[in-house]
T-cell receptor, first 113, second 111 residues
Framework: NAGVTQTPKFQVLKTGQSMTLQCAQDMNHEYMSWYRQDPGMGLRLIHYSVGAGITDQGEVPNGYNVSRSTTEDFPLRLLSAAPSQTSVYFC????????????FGPGTRLLVL | GESVGLHLPTLSVQEGDNSIINCAYSNSASDYFIWYKQESGKGPQFIIDIRSNMDKRQGQRVTVLLNKTVKHLSLQIAATQPGDSAVYFCAEMWGAQKLVFGQGTRLTINP
């Protein structure tokens, strides 16, 4: 298994541009989520999905959209990038139950100028 | 408010010594706690977890202690090695979906 994969690893955007961060997992996990990590901080939940076709907001959802058309993929869309969205983005997945181990991807480093 | 915090932002220990990383949590209803290790440029890696019906759980060289009375969580690493150098996060699960992370403690191992 490749686990949780993310692309791209690094991206530079100009303010106002849009882009999609890709996330995929090959473990047949039901639950997937997106976090952002700012310097010296813990991770904050952006959006999550408990299964294909179901998504919900986390702590910091503004400026981001998600969709879950398949079990494997959970893309994160930035509609109009802002400098405040400069961060490292992590995708995570787990089997489904709350007590199950959550696995994280390697992250996407985003710089918005 | 909702917060999972750490008592110390940095911790330096000698190689071979034991390390203790502390964490305070605020939600007394949280029923699941996890410690993650994050190395530079990588995503968080699961270390050990504990449920609220337990007060201690041991893994390989790691032990997590949970004190629900004072809402305190700790991670003990025995015989620290250079590879243990990383940032360690505690996280608590609110209900079934929301994982709240603490700020992180940077552990440095001195030779």
């Amino acid at each position: 298994n490749a686990g949780v994969t993310q692309t791209p690893k690094f991206q530079v955007l100009k303010t106002g541009q849009s882009m999609t961060l890709q996330c995929a997992q090959d473990m047949n996990h039901e639950y997937m989520s997106w976090y952002r990590q700012d310097p010296g901080m813990g991770l904050r939940l952006i959006h999550y999905s408990v299964g294909a076709g179901i998504t919900d907001q986390g702590e910091v959802p503004n400026g981001y959209n998600v969709s879950r058309s398949t079990t494997e993929d959970f893309p994160l869309r930035l509609l109009s990038a802002a400098p405040s969205q400069t961060s490292v983005y992590f995708c995570a997945s787990r089997r489904g139950l709350a007590g199950e181990t959550q696995y994280f991807g390697p992250g996407t480093r985003l710089l918005v100028l | 408010g909702e917060s999972v915090g750490l008592h110390l932002p940095t911790l330096s220990v000698q190689e071979g010594d034991n390390s203790i990383i502390n964490c305070a949590y605020s939600n007394s209803a949280s029923d699941y706690f996890i410690w993650y290790k994050q190395e530079s440029g990588k995503g968080p890696q699961f270390i050990i977890d504990i449920r609220s019906n337990m007060d201690k759980r041991q893994g390989q060289r790691v032990t997590v202690l949970l004190n629900k009375t004072v809402k305190h969580l700790s991670l003990q690493i025995a015989a620290t090695q250079p590879g243990d150098s990383a940032v360690y996060f505690c996280a608590e699960m609110w209900g079934a979906q929301k994982l709240v992370f603490g700020q992180g403690t940077r552990l440095t191992i001195n030779p």
